[in-house]
């Protein structure tokens, strides 16, 4: 009976170990796994810390980059009201030196008549006024001198200025393809296509005409053809206008084709095309595409070179927040 017992006993004891290893088996299973995923989660903590650390450099960089852009925005637009300045005071310098040396030599040819009127009479007066000839003749180099100098200095000015302006137009330019993924729809800056035909008006009298009909559609393609006129090269419904002394483009409203498109669909659709007409003359008369502009929203009007860099400059420091 002892032995029964004591039997009994040692397969208890036995089973006991036995689930006792594998439960020991299990943990450690478990403590390998846990362990495992330990080492996969600091992995990816030490990735993330990274590319944190890579993006807030990036970001710093960018910052940097535009901050340096603002000051050179600055300092060319601080040029260019210099050079303005200096080429309205050479002008104005040029033109009082033409006046005066033409009452110089107006003065000149009346002293010259009156001499030829006189010479036969007035032998020693000749020669004193020949000798005041020569003076006024001396005078008048001189002055002729300094209006060939104003006129280089102004062409000099008029070169930087267009240096100026083109390094501007570069900055802009690199400011529009930095803002294509930045902008939101809550901004005060947004993406305008310069020249790109403004569909709503076409909705609209479509809506109107065709109720009972695909009006999307005959509205859309409608408006794809008037985008497509626009960029013929050959069309060029303009005229030219003298404004402030010089000479300026404006839409001929005699133009065939506008005059059809006002009567067939309308005051709005002709406003929106010719007004895309005026906008593409403006930025791309050659190429006669739309071409993307940074607008302010609010104002509606192209936004300054100054609002640009510290929109980017805000959106920069905001995206550098939410990644640390």
């Not at 006991?16 to 943990?27: C, N, P, R, S």
């Not at 940097?64 to 603002?70: A, D, F, G, L, M």
């Not at 210099?82 to 107006?106: D, F, G, V, W």
């Amino acid at each position: 009976m002892w032995n029964t017992n004591h039997e009994e006993e040692l397969i208890k004891c036995r089973r006991f170990a036995v689930g006792l290893a594998k439960e020991i088996d299990y943990k450690n299973l478990r403590l390998l796994e846990m362990e495992h995923k330990y080492n996969e989660t600091m992995a990816t903590v030490c990735k993330l810390t990274e590319e944190a650390n890579s993006k807030d450099k990036s970001f710093l960089e960018m910052e940097h980059k535009y901050k340096e852009s603002s000051a050179t925005v600055k300092r060319l637009m601080n040029e260019t009201d210099m050079l303005h300045s200096k080429m309205q005071i050479t002008q104005s310098i040029n033109r009082k030196l033409k006046e005066a040396l033409k009452c110089q030599k107006k003065e000149l040819d009346q002293q010259a008549k009156e001499l030829e009127e006189s010479k036969a009479h007035k032998g020693l007066e000749r020669r004193s006024i020949l000798n005041e000839i020569e003076k006024l003749k001396e005078e008048l180099q001189a002055q002729e001198e300094k209006t060939d100098a104003v006129e280089t200095l102004n062409s000099v000015l008029m070169v930087k200025e267009h240096m100026i302006n083109q390094e501007l137009q570069e900055a802009r330019k690199e400011s529009i393809e930095s803002l294509q993924n930045m902008l939101t729809g809550q901004a005060n800056l947004g993406i305008k296509r310069m020249g790109e035909v403004d569909w709503k008006p076409f909705r609209d009298i479509c809506s109107l005409k065709f109720p009972g009909e695909d009006w999307v559609n005959i509205s859309a393609k409608l408006c794809s053809e008037w985008q497509e006129k626009l960029m013929n090269p050959h069309w060029h419904p303009f005229k030219k206008v003298m404004e402030n002394g010089e000479p300026q483009e404006q839409i001929d409203e005699v133009d065939e084709d506008l005059q059809g498109l006002k009567t067939n669909w309308g005051e709005g659709v002709y406003k929106a095309v010719t007004k895309a007409l005026l906008e593409i003359n403006e930025v791309n008369p050659s190429g006669r595409y739309a071409v993307p502009e940074i607008w302010n929203l609010m104002e509606d009007r192209r936004a300054s070179m100054k609002e640009i860099i510290q929109y980017i400059i805000k959106q920069l420091r905001i995206r550098k927040r939410k990644v640390c």
